[in-house]
């Protein structure tokens, strides 16, 4: 009797062991699945932010064209009559405040971009804590 006690508790503790390894190799590959997500959001997170910098960069260079060549048709002008020093400071005003659109555009649009990849990294983690897999087009998106 002794023996077979011995027995089911040896068959008992083999399964528990081999259950642990089994948690123990799952939780490693959703570990593995954490990492590379991570990686693919940062990715993404950078490739965002450069998209973003180019498209403002380029809307700042095209204002600056427009406003030089205001500039060339109010030299122009100047020669045929002098200008008001009033348009002068305008359109100095008008640089100043493209430039302020151009940093308040690029931050915004960067915080919104963080906080939308903090929140698909959560929803994630959310997932591969309730053990659910998580599919190689969650990971890219």
């Known amino acids: 009797k ?8 040896a068959t008992k503790y083999e399964q528990l062991s081999k259950r642990v390894d089994e948690l123990g190799k799952r939780l490693t590959d959703l570990s593995l699945q954490l990492s590379r997500l991570v990686e693919t959001l940062e990715s993404a997170k950078f490739d965002v932010h450069e998209k973003k910098a180019e498209s403002v960069s380029k809307k700042v260079e095209e204002v600056h064209e427009k406003i030089g060549k205001l500039e060339e048709l109010l030299e122009e002008e100047e020669e045929k009559e002098e200008a008001p020093s009033e348009l002068v400071e305008k359109l100095d005003e008008l640089h100043k405040k493209v430039e302020e659109l151009a940093e308040k555009v690029e931050e915004k649009t960067a915080s919104e971009k963080l906080e939308e990849a903090q929140e698909r990294l959560e929803e994630l983690q959310a ?8 599919s190689e087009e969650e990971l890219a998106a």
């Open 127 to 134: 997932k591969i804590e309730a053990g659910e897999e998580v």
């Open 2 to 9: 002794v023996l077979d006690t011995y027995g089911s508790q």
